[in-house]
């Protein structure tokens, strides 16, 4: 048993000898079956929210409505959800009432996918009441319980379905994609975040075009957020080549793709309610992934900041090898990557007289500092005062 588990232990055999019953489950289960790492362990247990925490001394209510209450032990957080059932799901995305229930095979029951639906003991045995280890051989993704059902209950599911055929590589199973084509429009009607956190993960995805061909091919692209992107056969055979690290390269890369104009490519951000950083990276590389060939030092140099991201969508949307190692070199050769490593101030030449504070300074400033960039001056604090000089003088 990997770490994470053998950690969490104790936790289960306090609520199994206080007479409840205690399981861990979803994720870190699936993960570690598949011998994949896992990051955090959930437990689920019979035992009601009161219940839990009168057990354990040091608890957080982190969701108690939902029945999930966090128990701290030497400094790690451990979600402790109560069996549940979750019921009349009036708008197809969340549920209108969860209800606490003593039974596993009830809180089994309501999960996503059969190799969601495993639990395992604090030893190590696995329950399996949905054959979810015989699908995970198989390499399938399959509801638990009727399709239809369940993705009118929450349409998130598909994507989620979708996302974890992307993580894994799994097939969708016929029914559940049969069910998934039908009810793909209900996924309009779902919360934009929760879309994106599930298709930010399959765009991550190490089969990510293998998962976006199924989602093109059944039609889900047309309920997602944002105006519609025409190029995404293309962003596929990219994605067959390579895997976006992080969510931003992910995005550039669908987007320097999507044949869109400022204002649409701006829209498209919104409409996903991307984070002001991701939407900050995108509108700097776009250009510049757009028109490789045509991108000057000084374009470079305004976007070193995302210089790792850039190189990254290069390489995935397989640019010459010429030009991305012409973007390198200048990025290696870059005399200052920031305004501050240049050797002159506005101070500075305030007090030697040869600019007063206002406009005229700052323009000074913004010629300095193109110029040393595109090697037009040395930067050099004697060579830079003479430069502004002559600036000045050219202005009179
Ligand atoms: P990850 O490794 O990405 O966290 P996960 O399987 O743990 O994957 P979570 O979103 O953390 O996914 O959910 C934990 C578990 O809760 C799932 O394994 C599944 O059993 C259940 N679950 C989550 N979302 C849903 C849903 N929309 N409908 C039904 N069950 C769900
Ligand atoms: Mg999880």
Not at 86 to 107: A, G, H, K, Q
Not at 182 to 196: S, T
Not at 306 to 328: G, H, M, W
């Amino acid at each position: 048993l990997p770490q994470e588990f053998i950690e969490a232990q104790p936790i289960l055999t306090k609520l199994e000898d206080a007479g409840f019953e205690a399981y861990f489950v979803g994720g870190s289960v699936r993960d570690t079956l598949l011998g994949k790492t896992i990051h955090d362990v959930d437990i689920a247990s019979s035992a009601f929210p009161e219940e839990v925490k009168s057990l354990f001394h040091n608890t957080v209510d982190t969701g108690i409505q939902h029945g999930t209450v966090m128990v701290l032990d030497h400094g790690t957080g451990y979600e402790i959800t109560t069996f549940r059932v979750e019921s009349t799901y009036t708008d197809f995305r969340r549920p209108d009432r969860v209800t606490f229930v003593r039974s596993l095979e009830e809180d089994l029951k309501r999960r996503d996918f059969t190799i969601n639906a495993l639990a395992m003991r604090h030893d190590g045995e696995i329950l399996d009441l949905f054959n979810g280890l015989e699908d995970m051989k198989k390499g399938v993704i399959r509801a638990v319980g009727d399709a239809e059902k369940r993705f009118t209950e929450d349409a998130l599911r598909m994507m989620r379905a979708l996302r974890f055929s992307a993580q894994l590589g799994f097939n969708i199973e016929a029914d559940t994609q049969k069910a998934l084509v039908d009810l793909a429009p209900n996924l309009a009607k779902i919360a934009v975040e929760r879309i994106r956190v599930e298709f930010e993960k399959l765009l991550l995805g190490s089969q990510a075009s293998q998962s976006l061909e199924m989602a093109l091919r059944d039609h889900v692209m047309n309920y997602l957020p944002g105006p519609h992107i025409e190029d995404w056969s293309n962003i596929i055979v990219d994605l067959n080549k390579g895997q976006a690290t992080n969510y931003a390269v992910a995005w550039t890369h669908v987007l320097s793709r999507a044949q869109f104009d400022d204002t649409k490519r701006r829209q498209f951000m919104y409409d996903w309610k991307m984070s002001r950083n991701v939407m900050k990276t995108v509108s700097a590389i776009v250009p510049i992934v757009q028109n490789p060939e045509k991108s000057t030092v000084f374009d470079i140099y305004q976007v070193l900041a995302y210089q790792k991201e850039l190189l990254e969508v290069l390489a995935l949307t397989d640019s010459q090898p010429e030009t991305i190692e012409r973007i390198s070199h200048i990025i290696e050769m870059l005399p200052i990557t920031k305004a501050a490593d240049i050797k002159i101030s506005g101070g500075e030449l305030i007090r030697s007289g040869i600019l007063a504070p206002g406009p005229l300074l700052g323009r000074v400033l913004k010629e300095i500092e193109y110029a040393v960039v595109v090697g037009d001056v040395l930067n050099d604090h004697d060579a830079l005062e003479k430069f502004a000089k002559e600036y000045v003088n050219d202005q009179n």
